[in-house]
């Protein structure tokens, strides 16, 4: 990627996009560029308009964007540019920016154009690579201001977010839990992280027995992965983070079998693919804080070696566990993952992120996540992140009133209070139980927003929703 002041468009061939403003009311002063006259009547910079011309060998695609646009819907404009009007796309792009542009608008415009480049057809003989993805791919930016920090800051994100929709559409009998600990391992390498996975025999010396009722009855042994990314120049007051994310790779239920939405349950790991999304991401920008993930991955699965309901197991933390449900798999494993991240690690600040529960998706639909936290500093800057990018979250009560919710009989604790109601709290209030009163934990629950609808596909597939919000946060720190 170069740039280059708007002058040298002259010697430009292949396709140019200009993003454009409307400016005018009822438009009567036409929009000229580059010798060209676009009739005001035909096009005026109306958002999820576009107009196509063509002059000395080079397509002219002007994209309008309305009055105001906020960050999500410009990169949602600029996806649908790279992903539908692809034949229209050369090798040889020129992406004119206008001086009355902002670095953010440079970033989501980048992001979307690398992020329309994704074919959900991974499996399709026909299968065809885009334009963008050829080797002779060339992108210029034209513009009298240099937003070339921006725009490669924008195709560091979609970079990882393309990562995350691979890990979360590929189905469960490709992404198992060894396929996501030699993603990390091989991303560590690429990306500077480190990386140790617990296999089956190290997370029972390890004593997770959480982690490990959850995944005995899969066929794929469990994998319980932990990155470590520390900046490479030394830094003063490092602030330390860690993140927990759940990787369930299918959900069947357990022997408390799904009766209805199992077949979308490969999603049940995009917490998980939201953490490695952003391990990958924090490392690209080489971002000056120390962050420790935990990634416990495992199948849930039904077999003769299963979990049982009424089952009383042991978790890292010491603590007792009544199975009640063993559906209520993803708050198990993240009990372990959280006690095992604040005992060997102790960081300042913990976020976990999970498809946890229906109930989350009963309260909210698919417009935003659940948060879950004590701690007012990180709850503000993880919303004013989200806000700022389209990831939204709005908060739940942990309050104590919803504690006799996991008292158990016979244990610690129980994994479901058995009652239809109140379920994201109530898995929150588990979570709150091993987090050892850590004073800036948060919990986000993403069942709603993790896989989802949307123009660029007939089926429900994976939004990346997480690793943009991760990083961010953590960049706000
Ligand atoms: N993975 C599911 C939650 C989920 C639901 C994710 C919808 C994505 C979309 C979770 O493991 C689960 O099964 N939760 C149960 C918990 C219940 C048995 C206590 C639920 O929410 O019904
Ligand atoms: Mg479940
Ligand atoms: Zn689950």
Redesign the pocket.
């Known amino acids: 990627m170069t740039t280059s002041t708007l002058q040298n468009l002259d010697n430009f061939s292949g396709t140019i996009i200009i993003p454009v403003f409307e400016t005018y009311e009822k438009s009567i002063i036409p929009i000229t560029f580059d010798g060209l006259e676009i009739p005001a009547k035909v096009f005026f910079g109306k958002k999820d308009t576009h107009y196509l011309a063509e002059q000395n060998n080079s397509i002219y695609l002007f994209v309008g964007l309305g009055k105001t646009i906020d960050y999500k819907s410009l990169k949602t404009v600029f996806r649908s540019i790279s992903a539908k009007q692809k034949e229209k796309l050369s090798t040889n792009v020129a992406l004119v920016l206008a001086e009355n542009l902002n670095e953010n608008q440079v970033e989501a415009m980048l992001s979307g154009l690398f992020l329309g480049t994704y074919d959900l057809g991974h499996f399709k003989l026909d299968k065809k690579t885009h334009p963008f993805l050829e080797p002779d791919f060339n992108l210029k930016l034209f513009s009298e201001k240099d937003f070339l920090a921006a725009a490669k800051k924008g195709i560091k994100i979609a970079k990882a977010q393309l990562e995350t929709y691979n890990l979360v559409d590929l189905p469960p009998n490709i992404v198992n839990p060894k396929y996501l600990a030699k993603w990390a391992q091989d991303k560590g390498k690429k990306y500077g992280f480190e990386v140790e996975v617990l296999n089956f025999e190290a997370a029972k010396i390890a004593k997770l027995g959480a982690f490990l009722a959850v995944g005995k009855g899969s066929e794929n042994e469990p994998q319980f992965v932990i990155m470590t990314y520390t900046p490479k120049e030394n830094i003063t007051n490092l602030k330390h983070i860690g993140l927990v994310g759940k990787g369930?790779t299918f959900?069947t239920?357990?022997l408390n079998i799904?009766t209805a939405g199992m077949l979308h349950m490969k999603c049940?790991m995009a917490g998980g693919a939201a953490v490695f999304g952003a391990m990958q991401l924090i490392a690209d920008l080489q971002l000056p804080v120390k962050v420790t993930a935990i990634v416990p991955c495992a199948e849930?699965s039904v077999d003769a070696k299963s979990f049982l309901p009424s089952d009383v197991i042991h978790s890292y933390s010491g603590h007792s566990i009544e199975i009640i449900d063993t559906?209520?798999?993803?708050r198990l494993i993240l009990a372990d993952g959280l006690s095992y991240l604040i005992t060997n690690y102790k960081p300042e600040y913990i976020v976990d992120i999970a498809t946890l529960t229906g109930s989350s998706v009963g309260t909210f639909g698919y417009e935003c996540g659940a948060l879950f936290t004590n701690n007012e500093e990180i709850s503000k800057k993880l919303q004013l992140s989200g806000d700022a990018i389209g990831e939204r979250l709005w908060p739940l009560p942990l309050w104590d009133a919803y504690k006799s919710d996991i008292e158990s009989d016979i244990a610690d604790v129980k994994n479901y209070s058995g009652k239809p109601v109140a379920g994201a709290i109530s898995a929150a209030k588990f979570l709150e139980y091993f987090t050892q009163e850590h004073k800036a934990w948060a919990h986000l629950d993403i069942a709603g927003v993790a896989f989802g609808d949307d123009e660029f596909a007939k089926s429900k597939h994976a939004t990346a929703y997480g690793v943009h919000l991760l990083t961010k946060f953590i960049e706000n720190l």
């Not at 559906?327 to 993803?330: I, P, Q, T, V």
């Open positions: 369930i959900d239920g357990g799904k049940d849930n559906d209520a798999e993803g």
